[in-house]
């Protein structure tokens, strides 16, 4: 237990001193380089502010995080109804082994000039591509997780006539608690990138497009207060949102 504790103890301590580290590269990188190139830390917290104040954080995050949010719930919710299927029947997961290799193979940049193509410049091309790029991440978990369940407790289920209900219910999903936990600390941080990469090409608004009009008036502060805002929203989102999600069906699975 005291081993235990040090140990995050040191951890704790190395992550912090990689951060100041980088924060002072940064500074140091700052001080030989144009405000053009590389803003300072306090040239870029002084962007922040005021697209903070001026409400435009507020509105670009918020369409950014709906968008998001949608495509990844598309995606997971057909990836996961497939993957079920899929580790249930043999033909249908040979079915989709080159279609998953395919979406695999897809350069996200090339499906998002395609969506173009197909939507315009709109909203519907981050959802698009977002559902499109996390499919795979999911359904792989999920079909490969149920593959991997002990086929003696689903015949043992049946012999005892249990429901398909209970199946589900008391082995399956139990089963895939890990798959799916896995899938979406995968999928979340990717979905986050992938919707803003969207952005920048394809609507005119959202992070993506204020990065592009940061990028076209070069304000290369703005950029990296934007830099900043996307990678801490990822952070956000796995601790606020994957770890408590983590404790609570863990302790769920546990008690089934």
């Known amino acids: 237990m005291k081993n235990s504790i040090m140990s995050r103890k040191n951890s704790f301590i190395i992550q912090v001193s990689t951060c100041i580290g980088i924060l002072l590269i940064w500074i140091v990188l700052s001080f030989n380089f144009p405000s053009i190139l590389i803003p300072s830390p306090y040239e870029t917290l002084l962007a922040l502010w005021k697209i903070t104040i001026t409400g435009e954080l507020l509105q670009q995050f918020y369409l950014t995080m709906i968008r998001m949010s949608i495509g990844l719930l598309i995606g997971m919710t057909f990836a996961t109804i497939c993957g079920l ?16 290799s395919f979406l695999l193979g897809i350069p996200p940049i090339i499906l998002v000039v395609v969506a173009m193509v197909w939507f315009g410049t709109n909203s519907s091309i981050p959802v698009f591509v977002v559902s499109i790029l996390v499919f795979p991440t999911f359904y792989v978990n999920i079909a490969n997780g149920y593959r991997q369940i002990d086929s003696q407790l689903l015949q043992m289920a049946t012999v005892y006539q249990k429901s398909n209900w209970q199946k589900l219910h008391f082995i399956i999903l139990p089963s895939l608690m890990i ?31 204020a990065l592009t009009m940061a990028r076209i008036n070069i304000n290369t502060d703005k950029v990296f207060a934007w830099t900043f805002i996307s990678v801490l929203t990822i952070i956000a989102i796995d601790i606020f949102i994957l770890n408590p999600l983590k404790v609570k069906m863990m302790k769920w699975n546990m008690e089934e």
């Open 179 to 209: 798959p799916f936990l896995t899938a979406c600390s995968l999928a979340a941080g990717g979905a986050v990138r992938i919707t803003i990469m969207a952005e920048l090409l394809g609507t005119s608004n959202g992070i993506g497009a």
């Open 85 to 100: 299927l899929a580790g249930r029947f043999a033909v249908i997961y040979e079915i989709f082994r080159p279609i998953i």
